[in-house]
């Protein structure tokens, strides 16, 4: 375990410490002064249209007893109305926010779990620290914090935790780099290579490459953990498995972990797993394939950090998602929704698309939004939505936004009737084409990238 003093910044980031106690501990790092408690410490971030640094008197009146800023100038006046507080200047706070969180991460021996994919990070997480749980007080990247600001801040935030699952991002290739380096994860999980993010990055090749960044920052003696069914990984895993500690999962590819004799259901699925010569049977109380793919993630970990197998089970039995993922709510008319529009690519889409295929519902309706980040690619992979809306035997497809047409235009060229398919440029039609057609028992899926806000959508049509 180790603080973060005020003088930290100075040797490490050649801050200016304008006021306070060079001894003081730093804790519960914020950059929202919305966010600020008494005691915390508030990181003042520039960005292109807001700069955070310009609202230090905010933080401090809602309770901040230290403010980092970056290079800004503050009057004799100001100085002296804080001067019980610690004010602490940096030439770039993200990068100071970065270097802290290097010299935090140093002082602890612990298991570090880092985790990339171009689809199922966040449940995967959730999913691991759930596992982790079992035996270790587990620290887990909050909400979608698995950027060059959000991973520092975890880092940051680490206590006396006994464990840290950390989920790491990108758009571009050098990113995961940088967080790697920060996180120095003692295990990888790598979950998949899709297509989101491939407007930047040009090819799912190249994608795999950013991905695999993720094993720069890892311990000499660190282990990979890869899904062997994605066609990508499998064939790094061909290539590399007699050079790298590389331990495999899957259902469909020959893995060390593998999931045999899959039942679904309406809230789940349940699946047989064979451990050194044992038998057990695993649970999983959220709907789709992808799910199970993402806990034997988790089973790896737990396997590799000692976790018995009934507290791993346990831990996939009990793990919560993160809001807006595949969360399951109660509709309008006795209806189910199916709450996923955090972000969308085509890799997500199927899998929900195969979810809602395997229903009982009434009518399976797929509420789908425009997929962005697609570069040249962006018709093709909506069209390949549209393959999966047909190929799941979807009864009602409504979508909003210009590119996702190609998802109706395909759909009904393979065969949908036309009188079941519904588009429209704007949510409030949307909205009140559900609103008309909801019946009881009915499964709605609501789904798209983030920035189509389609919990609009979900608001109007949940009890």
Known sequence: ?????????????????????????????????????????????????FDGNLFFDKAFENGAKACILEDIEIEKSTLEKYKEKIIIVVENTIKAMQEIAKYKRDGYDIPVIGLTGSVGKTSTKDIIASVMSKKYKTLKTLGNYNNHIGVPLTILSLKDHQSAVIEMGMNHEGEIRVLTKIAKPTMCVITNVGTAHIEYLGTRENILKAKLEIIEGMKEDGLIIINNDNDLLHKWYMENKNSKNIMTYGIENQSDIM???????????????????????????????????????????????????????????????????????????????????????????????????????????????????????????????????????????????????????????????????????????????????????????IKASNSMHFDEITEKIVI
């Open 1 to 49: 375990m180790r603080d973060i003093k005020v003088k930290d910044f100075i040797t490490i980031c050649n801050a200016k410490v304008l006021s306070g106690d060079k001894e003081e501990i730093l804790e519960n790092f914020k950059k929202d002064t919305r966010d600020i408690k008494e005691g915390d410490t508030y990181i003042g971030i520039k960005g292109e249209k």
């Open 259 to 445: 999931a045999k004799n899959i039942r679904f259901d309406d809230n789940g699925s349940t699946f047989e797993l064979n451990v050194d010569g044992k038998k057990y049977e695993v649970r999983i109380n959220v709907g789709g394939k992808h799910f199970i793919s993402n806990s034997l993630a988790g089973i790896c970990v737990g396997i590799k950090n000692d976790i018995p197998m009934e507290e791993i089970i346990k831990g996939i039995s009990e793990f919560e998602l993160t809001k807006k993922r595949m969360e399951i709510k109660k509709g309008i008319n006795e209806s189910t929704i199916i709450n996923d529009c955090y972000n969308a690519n085509y890799d997500s889409m199927n899998a929900a698309l195969e979810y809602l295929g395997i229903t009982k519902a009434n009518k399976k309706i797929a509420v789908l939004g425009d997929m962005l980040e697609l570069g040249k690619e962006e018709k093709n992979l909506h069209e390949k939505v549209g393959e999966s809306v047909y190929k799941n035997n979807i009864d009602i497809l409504i979508t909003v936004g210009k590119a996702s047409k190609n998802i109706a235009n395909k759909a009904k060229e393979l065969g949908m009737d036309e009188k079941r398919i519904f588009t429209y440029e704007e949510k409030e039609e949307a909205i009140k084409k559900l609103q008309n057609i909801i019946e009881k028992n009915d499964y709605i899926l």
